[in-house]
């Protein structure tokens, strides 16, 4: 039940993301947050790649504390949750919607090693990538 509810909440939020907060981006206040706006597209555009905050900063023209402190205050979370969460949201996509092996996926969405992910995955839905993909397969 936990894990149909987590799973629900990922879903709304990458349907918010995609509808609502994108779309705001096109309002007045886009001026105020693009820096935002370039910090989550570098973000989403390199998840899979090891993250290095330095490259983040040299690419928004900010120190390293004024980078993780305006992201902290615009996101209400640390840029290590933010691309964890994106993570996570993509392996759960790729789950849903391919049958790539574990560690295929894994790797495709920038974690360093399987054990990390699962370790990470089962901690967040409290099922191992493994399980949730059976489950997942008997729900379709």
Known sequence: MK???HQKLQKIWIALWDNV???QANNAFQ???A?????IDFLQANFQKKFV???LCNYVNLSRSACCRYFRKMMNMTISEYI????????IFLLNNTDKSITEIALQTGFS???YF???FKKKMLLTPYEYKVRHKKGS
């Open 3 to 5: 894990n149909q509810i």
């Open 21 to 23: 907060i994108v779309s």
């Open 31 to 33: 001026l105020d947050n």
């Open 35 to 39: 820096r935002l706006w370039k910090m």
């Open 53 to 55: 905050l330095d490259d």
């Open 84 to 91: 964890l969460e994106y993570r996570l949201s993509q392996a």
């Open 113 to 115: 090693t399987t054990s």
């Open 118 to 120: 699962i370790s990470i």
